[in-house]
């Protein structure tokens, strides 16, 4: 039976009238496991999709990735990012080839089109096709072939879940989110990597211990610590190896100043991490999961030029804004994002808005 346990999270108006309604759910759970706050049903099993690149990441960095091939943190921000495939993130994602002696041709990510306006039409004047360097995923695969050649395995195949990296992977993701491996939900994505769904709250978890793990229970080994905090530095040092010109991620990573993380996936799955010390002195590190039930729809966007969907950074920006964990000037640098916007018709006639329509509920932990 399909699952209805999400919740109404935001609302579109014309006129006077409710026009079209978001549903979603959220977990919001610190480095111990309390879950501190959440909306729907923080037990709604659902992939990850990118949001899961900084913990699929992190054990290659936890062995030892970054020494042996002499890797900067840019290039580590990369290898977590849904990057917009612009000609800088081409030349770090080929950085990290040349040092760990992968090629392009190693990849099985793909190419797509690109979302960044002036790379398209640049591209375009060059007489160019993007390649598999300007998927957006391409600093994960990058990162995958480079670990099965550390470790001496073949990188035929390597997107296999059976290919020893991938056991890896799978292995520090179930020990991060307190989700045995046989009841990780394991799926393709749009990548062709493996791809993890696990219930908000266990998501939420890893987050919470990536961003806050001196305080994780049970304890983090010492390397794994070390390794939480290089993934952290990379994203928060670097947010335009995150995202880019055009992401969210790399907006909100940038005006937060490296208080939060921040990491988008597809069909409206969002992780947020927010810094120990950020909510008040001492104040724990908390994971955020997000999922918008519909994937985000494009077509709700704050107006009908922008092709962009624009309901989960809203919701994201109100979770942050409800925590406390933005000031108000950093809200007020955000607010083309939301928590609410005006929508617009064809003749730039505001005829509408949009605003979340959810209060975070303290709750108690799941388990």
């Not at 992968?102 to 979302?115: Q, R, Y």
């Not at 921040?262 to 104040?283: C, D, M, R």
């Amino acid at each position: 039976m399909p699952d209805y346990s999400y919740q109404p999270i935001y609302e579109l108006t014309r006129g006077e009238i409710v026009e079209s309604i978001h549903f979603g759910a959220i977990a919001v759970v610190d480095s111990s496991g309390a879950l501190v706050a959440a909306h729907g049903d923080s037990t709604a099993v659902s992939y990850l999709r990118s949001s899961a690149k900084p913990i699929q990441a992190l054990s290659f960095i936890e062995n030892g990735g970054q020494a042996f091939f002499n890797l900067e943190l840019r290039e580590i921000a990369l290898m977590c990012a849904s990057h917009s495939g612009t000609d800088e993130h081409v030349a770090v994602v080929t950085s990290i080839q040349e040092k760990c002696g992968v090629s392009e041709a190693d990849l099985m990510c793909g190419a797509h089109p690109i979302s960044h306006g002036p790379t398209v039409e640049a591209l375009r004047q060059r007489g160019e096709k993007p390649t598999q360097n300007r998927n957006n995923c391409s600093g994960k695969h990058t990162g995958m072939v480079a670990y099965a050649r550390m470790l001496g395995f073949p990188v035929e195949d390597y997107i296999n879940p059976a290919h020893p990296v991938q056991k890896i992977i799978t292995r520090t993701f179930s020990e991060m989110c307190s989700v045995p491996q046989e009841q990780i939900r394991i799926g393709v994505d749009g990548c062709s990597a493996p791809n993890f769904a696990v219930p908000l709250y266990n998501a939420a978890l890893a987050i919470a211990r990536l961003v806050d793990p001196e305080n994780a229970t049970p304890a983090l080994s010492a390397q794994r610590i070390a390794a939480c905090h290089t993934i952290v530095q990379a994203m928060t040092s670097y947010p335009d190896m995150v995202g880019g010109p055009d992401s969210f991620d790399t907006h909100l990573i940038s005006t937060a100043h490296g208080k939060v993380l921040s990491k988008v996936g597809a069909e409206g799955y969002h992780i947020l991490g927010v810094l120990p010390g950020v909510l008040a002195p001492g104040s724990p590190g908390l994971g955020i999961a997000l999922k918008i039930s519909d994937g985000d729809l494009k077509s709700h966007t704050r107006g009908v030029s922008d092709p962009r969907g624009q309901i989960r950074p809203a919701v994201a920006l109100e979770i942050l804004r409800q925590l406390g964990a933005l000031t108000d000037p950093m809200l007020a640098d955000l607010a083309d994002y939301g928590p609410t916007f005006p929508v617009y018709n064809w003749r730039k006639i505001h005829v509408g808005s949009g605003h979340p329509c959810f209060d975070l509920t303290a709750s108690t932990n799941p388990a």
